[in-house]
């Protein structure tokens, strides 16, 4: 029963990490958008998601 347990979570974990790339991915080509717009407001936006997916990158491997 416990392997079941820690299979499921590392499963679950596995999947989350798949996500946070494609976040980062995605948020990655959103700041170099705004850079090439000179979009301060959206370049403020996509540094604080990248931040925030940082904090939670250190939280799922620590």
């Not at 679950?12 to 990655?28: G, Q, T």
């Amino acid at each position: 029963m416990r392997q079941v347990v820690k299979e499921g979570f590392k499963e679950e974990k596995n999947n989350r990490v798949a996500v946070w790339r494609l976040e980062v991915d995605y948020e990655l080509a959103t700041l170099y958008e705004a850079m090439q717009k000179e979009n301060e407001e959206q370049i403020e936006q996509s540094k604080n998601k990248l931040e925030r997916l940082r904090k939670e990158w250190i939280r799922l491997n620590g």
